[in-house]
């Protein structure tokens, strides 16, 4: 049987450092940093595998033992994409992706919209902060464990959606992208369990 490989994915960005030390795989086969991502690395007493990206956001020197990949400012992708096509291009299939959220909107926002991408190609992936986890569901059934926090479902299109085992459920309820309700939503009981039918953003906070 052929052994499924994990990746992380350390980028820049906000990281609660101490959340996130308690969220990370139990074992990971591939370890990238993303530009400044090497510097949340070192905070999470975390040694890359390979550091990677055009370099505009982190200017210290690294080890000299450090394997690196650079590549020029004026390129097609993001430094958090060049990651993740690193890993999936050395056979990962589920990857990690940590920090991406804060600071620039724009690339928040680049992110969020490249979960669906990778989402297509048959990887899993899974965005935290520490306080935030996303991930897109596509044509599936998810399940969310109560950890007193808040889920909110964001269609990316048009989807059905099902929620049971929740403060607010839904049966068979169509979303659109440009009203987004489903938003705040809190498990009662053990876990609650979203089905979508289309894809869909699913955004899990802390208190």
């Known amino acids: 049987m052929e052994k499924t490989m994990t990746a992380l ?3 820049g960005g906000y990281c609660n450092t101490e959340r996130v030390k308690k969220m990370l795989p139990v074992s990971v086969d591939l370890i990238i940093a993303a530009d400044s991502g090497y510097a949340t690395a070192q905070k999470l007493g975390i040694n890359p ?19 690196t990949l650079r590549v020029p400012c004026e390129k097609d992708v993001t430094d958090t994409m060049l990651a993740c096509e ?5 056979g990962c299939s589920y990857i990690t992706i940590v ?3 804060g600071g620039r909107i724009d690339h928040s926002i680049s992110n969020m919209f490249y979960l669906e991408d990778l989402r297509r190609q048959g990887i899993r992936v899974k965005l935290t902060d520490g306080e ?29 959606v099902t929620q ?9 309820a169509q979303l659109i992208r440009h009203r987004p309700y489903a938003v705040s939503n809190e498990v009662v009981g053990e876990y609650a369990a979203v089905t979508v039918q289309g894809s869909a953003i699913l955004v899990m906070s802390k208190r």
């Open 9 to 11: 994915v350390i980028t």
């Open 99 to 101: 920090g991406g959220t």
């Open 49 to 67: 595998d390979i550091t990677m990206g055009d370099f505009d956001s982190y200017c210290e020197t690294l080890p000299p033992q450090m394997k």
């Open 132 to 160: 935030n986890t996303v991930q897109v569901i596509m044509d599936e059934t998810v399940t969310v464990p109560n950890d007193g926090g808040y889920f909110s479902v964001f269609a990316l299109d048009s989807c059905i």
């Open 86 to 90: 690193y890993a999936r291009d050395n």
């Open 164 to 172: 049971t085992g929740c403060k607010y459920p839904l049966n068979r």
